[in-house]
């Protein structure tokens, strides 16, 4: 479903819905993080480190 949930007009019947802000359509490009180039590494040796000790652990 693509329907906002806050409607602006008059066809907002329930007072809470009515009492809502309108909704915020656009962030503004200062908002959006900086992108992580890296992220898939730190990931891959993040899982790589725990799958290690969990099965030296194991073994030994």
Not at 29 to 46: G, Y
């Amino acid at each position: 479903m693509t329907r906002r949930l806050v409607l602006t007009d008059e066809a907002a019947r329930h007072p809470f819905r009515r009492s809502l802000p309108p909704p915020v359509t656009a962030l503004p490009t200062t908002a959006l993080p900086a992108r992580d180039e890296d992220r898939d590494w730190k990931l891959f040796l993040l899982s790589f480190a725990a799958f290690f000790t969990c099965f030296y652990t194991l073994i030994f």
